[in-house]
């Protein structure tokens, strides 16, 4: 039966496989459903059947957060290089350039939201995990700075699994306490300081900067953490409680003040700002952080 060979289709076998062009559809990671990509683009890359967020570049986080045309990048001079010698580490910075068109894992510069002025920072997962190295430190910092001599609220957006860059050693350590303290001079002159968290947000950038704004807002189910449930369970021998660590757990337990969908996450955003820089709108209640899906 030699003669014989399986047709490849997909989609339940209404389109044969070869005539599919790349990019057209979409696997969910949380249903397993086949979705159409410009679709799934257009419902903010929220699966319409279960709900599974995928994961945002910064850009496309940027375009769905900020006033269109208001963002203005900085600090796009500053380059990591191998200060260790680590093998390979130049080669994977390299990639990460090539596939996310970033010379880093994050953006920072200044942009409006509903006509507020920010001081913005986003990081990307898709460029090694969006972990923490010294010039992701340094743009954290400067954002920070920059927020605060310009008196204007301060608003971060993590998102990255691989915490601080290993391939930095110390350097990258050092990022930890650099991005705090730059945090709590804002706290100390009363900029407002709003952290946002996206799935996954872990190590080194969960245990700074991420964890200590005035405001801490989460997606749902992300994930929150230093070190991961499995790495934890197998250290302490214990079963962990359900959904521990996810947005929902930490929501419970007093780690967040609200967990905001993607959909609402500019208007949460904006309507938070201007409740702390007194600028509420005649028909506006005050703020009162609750959860919400």
């Known amino acids: 039966m030699s003669w014989f060979r399986r047709p490849k289709y997909t989609l339940q076998g209404e389109i044969r496989k070869k005539d599919v062009p790349d990019g057209v559809f979409t696997k969910c990671d949380g249903c397993n459903e086949i979705l159409a990509t410009k679709e799934l683009e257009k419902n903010k ?3 319409p059947k279960c709900g599974f967020y995928f994961n945002l570049t910064a850009r496309e986080r940027i375009a769905i957060t900020v006033d269109p045309g208001s963002f203005e990048e900085f600090d796009t001079q500053y380059q990591s290089t191998n200060p260790l010698n680590f ?31 920010v001081s913005l920072v986003v990081l990307d997962f898709f460029f090694m995990g969006g972990s923490m190295g010294s010039v992701m430190g340094e743009k954290i910092t400067l954002a920070a700075e920059r927020s605060l001599e310009q008196r204007i609220p301060f608003v ?17 350590l050092m990022q930890m306490a650099k991005t705090s303290a730059a945090v ?11 952290s946002v968290v996206t799935n996954p947000t872990m190590g080194g950038v969960a245990a700074s900067f991420a964890s200590l704004g005035d405001i801490n807002l989460a997606e749902p189910k992300a994930l ?4 991961g449930p499995r790495v934890i369970q197998q250290t302490i021998g ?17 780690m967040l003040d609200a967990i905001v969908s993607r959909q609402e996450m500019r208007n949460t955003l904006a309507l938070i700002l201007r409740c ?10 005050p703020v009162t952080i609750a959860a919400t899906t």
Do not use: W
Not at 90 to 116: C, F, H, N, P, Q
Not at 156 to 172: K, N
């Open 224 to 227: 929150l953490g230093f070190a």
């Open 238 to 254: 214990e079963r962990l409680p359900p959904g521990f660590q996810t947005s929902e757990f930490l929501l419970e337990h007093g």
């Open 87 to 117: 093998v390979e580490y130049e080669d994977k910075i390299k990639k990460s350039k090539k596939r996310t068109g970033l010379d880093e894992a994050v953006l920072v510069g200044l942009a409006k939201i509903e006509g507020i002025s």
């Open 45 to 47: 890359k929220i699966c």
């Open 276 to 285: 702390l820089l007194n600028q509420c709108r005649p028909k506006e209640a």
């Open 184 to 194: 709590a001079n804002l706290r100390k002159a009363s900029i407002p300081y709003i």
């Open 156 to 172: 971060v957006i993590s998102a990255g699994g691989g915490g601080a860059r290993m391939h930095e050693g110390m350097l990258s």
